[in-house]
């Protein structure tokens, strides 16, 4: 039986080449939350590059890869995607969106599989002795 290895990569730590996409994590952490009403399961959010949007739990966020919107608390906002690992296996990603009561945000992503940009160690030299 294969375990599925749970990684915790943080939005501090994506490579240049993530940066750099606008389909990544890095959009979540750059809104700022207006409202959220966990009871409707509606989150009112700001962007500096768009006008004022609402998500509902369900809906899509196409910035983020298609992410779907799984939950909505007074807090926090979990969004889901599928993923390929760096062997081209294919996972599913969890997103939490944490945030506080000025609407600032923080990103963690959790993934079930390695992500393609981290680095896998090299075998060690042969020892020709």
């Known amino acids: 039986m294969q375990h599925a290895l749970i990684m915790l990569l943080t939005v501090a730590s994506a490579t240049a080449a993530q940066k750099k996409s606008s389909s990544d994590p890095d959009f979540l952490d750059t ?10 399961g509606e ?6 590059e768009s006008d004022l949007r609402t998500l509902r739990v369900g809906d899509y966020l ?12 007074r807090t926090t906002l979990v969004l889901t995607r599928v993923v390929r690992g760096g062997d081209g296996q294919e ?12 609407g ?26």
Do not use: Q
């Open 31 to 40: 809104i700022r939350i207006v409202e959220a009403k966990p009871a409707e």
């Open 43 to 48: 989150l009112t959010f700001t962007h500096p």
């Open 62 to 73: 196409e910035e983020v890869d298609g992410a779907r919107v799984k939950k909505i608390t």
């Open 91 to 102: 996972g599913e990603s969890l997103i939490v969106v944490r945030f506080d009561r000025s």
């Open 104 to 129: 600032k945000t923080k990103v963690r992503e959790y993934r079930t599989v390695p992500d393609v940009s981290l680095k896998t160690p090299r075998s060690p030299p042969p020892n020709d002795l």
